[in-house]
């Protein structure tokens, strides 16, 4: 069986097709150097990780080198992939996981080890690192969790520690060297790239214990280094940042254009790992930001943007750059996805009125001033309650609040703070709150790392006495599940132990861990009992040796510890940009903080039309008739929507818009079309501001429009003309299907399907009679593989028929191959 046909069985194809605009496919047999870029989640949430991003387009920019993606299937696709013996692909070129020279895993979180060894064995790669020859591919790893990488160090040839933009060439640089010599051996090409600053080789290092009690881990030669010192882009103005990005079919969690405005943080909050292991904080200047947005925005035909960032609201020029995006864009959405409260001020709130979708969010972490202080956040509650005043003056009707529970020292009296605030916010606002409450999680290279988790029965009765105080019609509460912050807490903390209880683990099914119709708790407890690991000393760590203390992020240990000792005192440390904190990482890694100075910069001079946007005066009405082939032919009707809205935004069209508070693009599309079916008929209504040319609209949209997506006539119809659905009577169809049924068996189920008056089926809550939709029905080839039915079905006004209802009443067990849209009826005279 091909990769193509299993698409057809599974629920989202369009995860696995890779013909998204601007994807890069390169030949594969002109690099010289393949890599795979693993994020083990699933595509919705991959598509949208920004090193994944970055590292994807960086590699590309060489001709020499090839850089595919390759995401964790999903359950569905897993078992066609298991049933029909097929090693799991890369989305782009669909060459085996094998073929590749590195395998590069992007690890964001500890709840996604499982999907790692998925992936391998789907992959057909052994799982454990003494295992693999030198004919498998270079498995290694980057990001956050990687900071501590000993839970998984057996699965991995080498991990990069710290921004990899500049580390990765550096990698293939000197495999390319290796190749061209000789045969490559791994361990010889391992020893080389030691030399790189922010390489981590497990397998030259040995873990020592005393009974269970970690009790060092030391080199095995002596020119493996005792530290490794992770890598950091000293300057971001100079770093690389693609702006002519993937634009992905499916809604995925960030479907917007991503601006990174800066990295690292300089606050010191002391639960926060990404405070410590991005630091020191690098901000790009205005102009670096601007080129990029406008290029982001030519290229993508997004209508969002999200400012990226620890704390948006520290970036010293947000005023000026908001400012600069409106007046280069116009009616762009403008996402601030992390806001500190305390400095959402009057002049940020104007900026933002009357342009918000959704709600804004904010951290507040903590209810009562004490642990607010403990945790230097130090946030004063007058602040809060003013911020979200300002809120509520922008016109926005519901906010995002977060907490923690379970902060050290924390009590019963913190957990009412929490209620008394939220109560605070509801009478002085009257907003609606969507509050959001995870279990505190002990993090490496955070002054916490050796504070204690709560417990599992812990976290359940601080989650119940909550549930039972805010209860309020304005109020929606969510948890994070607690086990899984167990589980988290556990891996966050762990060592070498725990990568024999992530094998059994995923040998006994876990997979997406961080997905609760997935999560298994009594799995992962009966792996830790089974291999004789109490977890418990994993949450409740305080020891002075630490697993990861090779690993060095810059910070302080010292300085971490003494940070600890201020949190005991429920002290704050100034911001290290009012007073230097001396955290060592400015002095470690030989870098430092990289602030912008304000900047004088004339406005652009190539800006996109922006009268194109809530505009609803239309002077010119077209009818598109279009194609629908492969590879488009996976994407849903709401997909298709969206992309023909983009296509529409990056041809500069002046597409009408609605009135009203949410604009909309007055697009007026034919009958949806089932999910894998293509079709040589579909049409699209639009409006338009200005008159055009039919040619020159033509050559404008069919130009933006991706592989499988073809106009096949354009034509300029009344603009006071009735609703395109409003037209159609019958919609035609061929469908190609497999049936153990014999020709005459169902011949004579036809005939009987077409003289019965009445069936009924449910959708809805309505009862439909599906017979009286059937217009006619012909058998037109009858092969013992391969059966094609013709099927004319009127329009029914209580709700649309799909083909594949009528094949299952011939035959319930028939499996359809293929769906093909022939054709609309439309009213006579119309």
């Known amino acids: 069986m091909e990769i193509s046909d299993i698409l057809y069985n599974v629920e989202k194809p369009a995860r696995y097709i890779a013909q998204e605009w601007n994807v890069i496919k390169k030949k594969w047999n002109k690099a010289a150097v393949k890599v795979a870029l693993v994020f083990p989640d699933n595509y919705e949430i991959a598509q949208s990780a920004l090193g994944i991003k970055i590292l994807y387009h960086l590699l590309n920019q060489d001709k020499n080198i090839l850089a595919e993606r390759v995401y964790a299937p999903a359950l569905d696709l897993e078992k066609n992939l298991r049933d029909n013996k097929i090693a799991l692909f890369s989305l782009e070129n669909k060459r085996k996981l094998s073929e590749f020279d590195f395998l590069g895993f992007s690890l964001q979180h500890e709840l996604t080890y499982t999907n790692i060894l998925n992936i391998l064995d789907l992959g057909k790669i052994p799982l454990k690192q003494k295992e693999r020859g030198d004919n498998f591919p270079l498995i290694c790893a ?24 500049e580390v990765f060439l550096e990698i293939i640089e000197i495999y390319r060297e290796f190749r061209s010599k000789k045969k490559l051996l791994k361990s010889s090409f391992l020893k080389e790239i030691l030399k790189i600053k922010g390489i981590y080789v497990p397998s030259f290092y040995k873990a020592f214990y005393q009974g269970e009690k970690f009790k060092e881990i030391i080199p095995l030669k002596e020119y493996v280094p005792a530290v490794i010192h992770k890598r950091v882009i000293a300057d971001l103005n100079q770093a690389y940042f693609p702006a002519k990005i993937i634009v992905p079919y499916l809604e995925t969690i960030h479907d917007r254009i991503t601006l990174e405005i800066f990295r690292g943080c300089t606050r010191g909050c002391r639960f926060c ?12 200047s205005l102009e670096k930001l601007r080129a990029i947005y406008q290029e982001s925005y030519a290229s993508t035909g997004y209508d969002e943007i999200s400012l990226s960032s620890l704390s948006c609201t520290d970036y010293t020029q947000i005023i000026p750059l908001i400012k600069f995006i409106k007046e280069d864009l116009g009616k762009i959405n403008i996402s601030l996805p992390s806001l500190r409260v ?21 951290a507040l972490e903590a209810g009562s001033q004490r642990l607010r202080d403990l945790i230097n956040k130090g946030t004063k509650e007058e602040n809060i309650l003013s911020s979200l005043g300002l809120v509520k003056e922008m016109g926005i009707k519901k906010v995002k609040l977060y907490f923690m529970l379970g902060l050290p020292t924390e009590n019963k009296e913190d957990l009412e703070e929490i209620v008394d605030l939220i109560r605070k916010i509801l009478k002085n606002t009257g907003l609606y709150l969507k509050i959001s409450i995870a279990a505190f999680i002990p993090k490496t290279h955070t002054a916490f ?25 304005k109020i929606k509460l969510n948890f994070h599940i607690p086990q899984m912050s167990i589980l988290e807490g556990i891996f966050a903390r762990g060592d070498r132990l725990l990568g024999e209880v992530i094998l059994k683990a995923w040998e006994k099914g876990a997979r997406f861990d961080s997905y609760l119709e997935y999560f298994n708790w009594e799995n992962w407890l009966n792996c830790f009992q089974d ?6 000393k994993y949450l409740n760590f305080n020891e002075e040796n630490l697993p990861w203390g090779h690993l060095n992020s810059g910070m302080d240990l010292n300085f971490l510890k003494e940070e600890n000792s201020l949190a005991d005192k429920e002290k704050i440390r100034l911001d290290c940009r009012v007073s230097c904190s001396q955290c060592g990482v400015c002095e470690n890694l030989k870098v430092k903080n990289i602030l912008q100075k304000k900047e004088n910069i004339l406005p652009s001079k190539n800006q996109p039309d922006k ?39 990056r041809a500069n069209l002046p597409v009408s818009y609605t009135n009203g508070i949410h604009p909309r693009m007055r697009l007026n599309f034919s009958y949806p079309l089932p999910i894998g079916a293509t079709s040589q008929t579909e049409y699209l209504d639009l409006e338009f501001d200005k008159k055009y040319f039919l040619k020159e609209l033509n050559e404008k949209i069919s130009s933006q429009l991706p592989e ?47 003289q019965n008056r009445e069936i009924l089926i449910e959708r809805k809550g309505k009862l439909i009679n599906l017979v009286s939709s059937i217009y006619d029905l012909k058998l037109i080839n009858f092969k013992s593989d391969k ?13 649309i028929i799909k083909p594949k209802e009528v094949i299952y009443l011939l035959d319930k067990e028939a499996k359809i191959l293929k769906t093909k849209r022939l054709k609309f009826c439309f009213i006579k005279n119309e």
């Open 787 to 799: 059966i094609k039915i013709l099927l004319d079905l009127l329009i029914n006004p209580k709700g």
């Open 342 to 362: 305390d400095q959402f001020n009057p002049e940020l709130a104007d900026l933002l009125k009357g342009d918000r979708k959704g709600s804004l969010t904010f």
């Open 611 to 649: 009268s194109r946007q809530n505009q609803s005066l239309s002077l010119q009405r077209i009818r598109i008739k279009y194609k629908k082939n492969h590879p488009i032919n996976f994407i849903s009707h709401l997909d298709l929507i969206r992309v023909f809205k983009r296509a529409l935004q």
């Open 708 to 754: 499988g997506l073809k106009i096949s006539k354009i034509k300029e119809i009344s603009i006071n003309g009735k609703n395109l659905i409003s037209l159609i009577e019958r919609i035609i169809y061929q469908i190609t299907f497999k049936s153990s049924l014999e020709k005459e068996d169902l011949k004579e189920k036809i005939f009987l399907l077409k």
């Open 273 to 284: 790992q990404a405070g410590a292991i991005y630091r020191p904080l690098r901000e790009r």
């Open 449 to 473: 790392q050796w504070q204690r988790q709560n417990s599992l029965k812990e976290i359940e009765d601080k989650i119940t006495y909550l549930k039972k105080r805010l209860k309020h019609p």
């Open 531 to 536: 291999l004789k690991i109490n977890f418990n």
């Open 142 to 165: 980057g990001g956050p969790a990687v900071f501590n990488s000993e839970p998984i160090a057996d699965f991995f040839d080498f991990i990069v520690l710290g921004e990899a933009e």
